[in-house]
């Protein structure tokens, strides 16, 4: 009954359900803000930024959520123009998408992890651990930099998580979610291969969906 699990399955069958994440703080203290949304703003200016802005990039699932790095993907098919980011639908007849990732830490947080989720499962091409590609790993600011190629052979949402499996978030974050581990990913890109427009797979997880009645019961929207 993970969340996020919870969250894929529900793409997967056609629900549109735009993804944040909060702290649930109630009160400003120490550990308020240690999970965060990254939002697309037209602008750098924080002075520039209206709040409509903001609340039509969240409608759109313009969100990147993360508890430190900073992850950037955009997608596009292989040999075409015309780049979209996280909750945009990505015509792609060929099937073949080229995805730009790229992620920043902060020096008190490490990343030792990055894989691709096709309709919720790992992709086995695109699974990089540093003790495995440690040649797509590095120091300093920018921590991963890829184009990533990905052949698909139907409909899909695609997203990129970026974090790390052997450090931890560290004191920056408080005594308690400072034992969590660094993560970040983005709202999916819908990528449409027949032409038909987007199409859920159905794919559950291998698990039963958690509803209360079992998924039969439940209306998919139209």
């Known amino acids: 009954n993970n969340r996020m699990y919870n969250w894929l399955q529900f793409l997967n069958q056609g629900y549109l359900l735009r993804g944040v994440v909060n702290t649930d703080a109630h009160y400003n203290y120490h550990e308020s803000g240690w999970l965060r949304n990254w ?3 037209p602008t750098d200016d924080p002075a520039g930024i209206k709040p409509l802005d903001v ?3 969240s409608e759109a699932g313009a969100v990147v959520m993360s508890n430190g790095p900073f992850l950037e993907v955009s997608m596009t098919e292989a040999g075409q123009k015309g780049r979209v980011i996280a909750g945009q639908d990505l015509e792609a007849p060929s099937g073949k998408i080229v995805i730009s990732a790229r992620v920043q830490c902060p020096n008190w947080i490490d990343l ?3 894989f691709v989720l096709v309709n919720g499962r790992i992709h086995p091409q695109h699974h990089y651990r540093k003790a495995t590609h440690p040649n797509v790993f590095r120091s300093g600011v920018v921590r991963f930099e890829e184009q990533l190629e990905l052949t698909l052979k139907e409909d899909a949402h695609v997203i990129v998580v970026a974090g790390a499996e052997n450090s931890k978030l560290g004191r920056v974050h408080g005594p308690v979610w400072g034992e969590h581990t660094p993560a970040a990913l983005h709202n999916p890109v819908f990528v449409d291969v027949d ?3 987007f199409r859920a797979n159905g ?3 291998d698990h039963p969906l ?3 009645f ?3 019961e439940v209306a998919k929207p139209n």
């Open 214 to 216: 079992g998924y039969p």
């Open 203 to 205: 794919d559950t997880l």
């Open 55 to 57: 609340v039509r990039a």
């Open 210 to 212: 958690p509803v209360r």
């Open 112 to 114: 030792d992890r990055v």
């Open 39 to 41: 939002i697309k703003s």
């Open 195 to 197: 032409g038909g427009g």
